[in-house]
């Protein structure tokens, strides 16, 4: 009687230790099973977990309508983003003008968190931007997207507070489907900015993406890259990974490496408060890991910020990213 009792209990307790192990929500296979896909990939398609993680972060732009005509119309969003139209501001890819009602998109993205649920880091190639906005507009008739007419310039205008005078403008790079980037302003004849003591406004003869930033270039500051340890089952096909600067409004996308099998930032000042976020999709279900450090030098010039990752519900992770 006392042995079936003593296994009885050794049983009870093995399950228990099974279901503390599930309830810390740390991701741990079942028995038996091998868990998701520890392979690193070379191409990332639309079908892999992580591309779905992007198209759920995204967030819904503002919508609103003009009229073109021979009137000058004004947009002002939620967000106080307010957007100037001059008579007869559109035109088909093919140059021809537009006229009557044409729907506006409009974002203005000034929080980290932001930065990281649309995917627009603020970086320039492998320079850090610190940013005091990320600006979307896109136009479409008849749900096709339109552009500017020739010689027209539209008027942005947005408070921020301080300002700064060495801010400039950087347009977005597209042309990469997993790796955003900005770019300096390629034509300083059309596009331009002013500094107002609570305002910046923006005269552009571009669409889409548009940044208010400076390069973060002291000349003394050295340089570490950061690299996120985490555990085999986080990949480039399920993962994606931040590094937020604390101080100032500064986002980098941290890259797959396929050689180490770590996310890692390009060149980063030494000194500086951080977090490294990681955000997750295995299967169903999604995970978020956090962990804050201060970028210091190395003679590798690499330092491993280790992350664990925890399993927590969309609405978590969306209230964690409004924080940063």
């Keep these: 009687m006392k042995i079936k009792t003593f296994i009885f209990i050794l049983a009870a307790s ?22 998701p896909d520890t392979n690193w990939h070379v191409s990332i398609t639309s079908t892999m977990p992580v591309s779905v993680l992007k198209n759920n972060l995204l967030e819904a732009p503002y919508q609103d309508s003009i009229i073109v005509n021979a009137n000058t119309v004004t947009i002002l969003s939620p967000s106080g983003l307010q957007v100037t139209f001059p008579p007869n501001s559109c035109a088909t890819a093919a140059g021809q003008p ?19 649920r649309l995917n627009k880091p603020s970086t320039y190639d492998d320079s850090l931007l610190v ?7 896109r ?29 400039g403008i950087f347009v977005g790079d597209e042309t990469n489907a997993q790796y955003f980037n900005w ?20 005269f552009t003869n571009r669409l889409r993406w548009i940044s208010v930033a400076y390069v973060y270039d002291p000349s003394n500051a050295s340089r570490v890259n950061v690299s996120a340890d985490i555990p085999a089952y986080f990949t480039n096909s399920n993962t994606v990974a931040f590094t937020v600067f604390r101080d100032f409004r500064s986002v980098v996308a941290m890259r797959g490496d396929l050689g180490s099998r770590k996310f890692i930032s390009g060149k980063l000042p030494v000194g500086k408060q951080i977090t490294v976020v990681i955000i ?6 999604y995970y978020l890991g956090y962990e804050s450090a201060i ?10 910020v280790h992350v664990v990752p925890v399993k927590k519900s969309f609405p978590e ?6 924080t940063l």
């Design 131 to 137: 940013t005091a906005g990320e600006i979307f507009i």
């Design 139 to 167: 136009l479409k008739k008849d749900g096709q997207a339109i552009q500017l007419a020739p010689n027209v310039k539209i008027n942005i205008r947005y408070v921020d507070v301080p300002t700064n005078p060495q801010m």
């Design 280 to 285: 997750s999709k295995l299967g169903d279900d």
């Design 295 to 304: 970028t210091q030098s190395s003679t590798s010039l690499n330092q491993v």
């Design 317 to 322: 992770i969306l209230s964690y990213l409004s």
């Design 183 to 202: 770019l300096p302003n390629p034509d300083l004849a059309n596009n331009y900015l002013a500094a107002g003591t609570q305002a910046y406004e923006i």
């Design 98 to 116: 537009v006229t009557g009602k044409v729907f506006v998109e409009l974002f203005v993205v000034k929080k980290k968190g932001d930065m990281i």
């Design 14 to 35: 093995v399950f228990l230790l099974s279901a503390c192990q599930k309830n810390i929500d740390i991701f741990v296979p079942d028995p038996g099973q091998s868990g």
